[in-house]
């Protein structure tokens, strides 16, 4: 008596029909890693990219009003509009829809570098102190302060800075940015949002207090 060996048509299929459930179950478990990878990877770009904003943000809003070592009340303008720009050293403004339009500031160089001063403040920090437009050196006894003009615009989804000749974009990805200035303080929300949609929207708060009180919108 003869056995038959081998597998049968139904075998095979069976077996073909195994396989491929396993293979199925095994790209979805990788499509739902390699998805929560992307997500995760989104959500820490967004961290990254908030923390470096708001950190700017909060450095140059400190800053707004800050023109050296006597107050400002004892300066002396050489263009009596110059003098009107610095009475408002932080200004805000807010579309129709409430996200922020522009946030203006003007303050000392916070770090060497800066690029050509808007103003140069001149003075012996005792008793005089004068402003003058452009870039300008100390006279004998005088200290010289670089003194610019930032402008923060949202654009789209483009939060753009602006501080002397240059232009560049601070943080992409942005769907709300608000701004209000209460009891000498900014009180900031940054809303950041991921293009391809990985990772859920982000809100980030934060209250900044003013260097200098005169600040005002």
Partial sequence: MRWQTGFSLLEVLLALSLGLLLLLGASRLFMAASQSWQAQAAAVRMQEDARQALQRLAQSIRMAGMFGCLQQ???????????????????????????????????AEVTQGGGRPDWTLLTDCRTQARVQAGPHLPGTGQFAVALHRQDYRLVGHQLRLRSGSSTGVLVDGVSDLQLELRNDAVHLSLTLSDPQQRARPQTYRMRIALGNPVANS
């Avoid at 050489?78 to 500031?105: N, V």
């Fill in 73 to 107: 009340d004892t300066i002396e303008f050489d263009d009596p509009l110059h003098a009107e720009a610095f009475a408002q050293p932080l200004y805000i403004s807010h579309g129709a829809d409430g996200r922020l339009q522009r946030l203006s500031l003007i303050s």
